[in-house]
T-cell receptor
Framework: DTAVSQTPKYLVTQMGNDKSIKCEQN?????MYWYKQDSKKFLKIMFSYNNKELIINETVPNRFSPKSPDKAHLNLHINSLELGDSAVYFC?????????????FGEGSWLTVV | QKEVEQDPGPLSVPEGAIVSLNCTYSNSAFQYFMWYRQYSRKGPELLMY????GNKEDGRFTAQVDKSSKYISLFIRDSQPSDSATYLC????????????FGIGTKLQVIP
């Protein structure tokens, strides 16, 4: 059973389109995250939710909108895609707030904007 | 200056070598220090975690934290080809829902 699963794994789309990436975790964790890993492999947090409540919102364009229907799901919707949005997006979860608790990552969603 | 600095490599070593991976950081409030391993086309997975200063050993892996120098290390003994991956250091402050800050990762290749 995959702990953190995200779909789709690969996504190629044109500039200006709107796309969504879905994420689900079956670990019973309270906290979920979206991370972005750019072409230079730098992994940076975008959002963090705890029990469906947004707790971390880094400087991310408002074209990116996370939605958490319940604590096991955190989806990412991206409007008006731009070339610079091409990256790998990782969903992740942890028991509570990160800290010393392990952050479990999904396998990533490779987004290419053409 | 980035909060966390890490040499991206690549680092190539022969099988059986001792590998030393390092990160420096600027935020003296960091208390939790982690090393993640990321295989190609996979998500990062936690390898080691240390709270505050000191050493921690797990099999062939040893993590060291020197808060006075703001310097952390990961040592891999008897390196194996299966250790070939990117190793990311990560750290965060204590308390509340603090974000985890990652280094850029060092790509390691262990040559048989």
């Amino acid at each position: 059973d995959t702990a953190v699963s995200q779909t789709p794994k690969y996504l190629v789309t044109q500039m200006g389109n709107d796309k969504s990436i879905k994420c689900e975790q079956n670990l019973g964790h309270d906290t979920m995250y979206w991370y972005k890993q750019d072409s230079k492999k730098f992994l940076k947090i975008m959002f963090s939710y705890n029990n469906k409540e947004l707790i971390i919102n880094e400087t991310v364009p408002n074209r990116f909108s996370p939605k958490s229907p319940d604590k096991a799901h955190l989806n990412l919707h991206i409007n008006s895609l731009e070339l610079g949005d091409s990256a790998v997006y990782f969903c992740a979860s942890s028991q509570a707030g990160g800290g010393g608790n392990t952050i479990y990552f999904g396998e990533g969603s490779w987004l290419t904007v053409v | 200056q980035k909060e966390v600095e890490q040499d991206p490599g690549p680092l190539s070593v022969p099988e059986g070598a001792i590998v030393s991976l390092n990160c420096t950081y600027s935020n003296s409030a960091f208390q939790y220090f982690m090393w993640y391993r990321q295989y190609s086309r996979k998500g990062p997975e936690l390898l080691m975690y240390t709270y505050s200063s000191g050493n921690k050993e797990d099999g062939r892996f040893t993590a060291q934290v020197d808060k006075s120098s703001k310097y952390i290390s990961l040592f891999i003994r008897d390196s194996q080809p299966s250790d070939s991956a990117t190793y990311l250091c990560a750290m965060r402050e204590s308390g509340g829902y603090q974000k985890v800050t990652f280094g850029i990762g060092t790509k390691l290749q262990v040559i048989p």
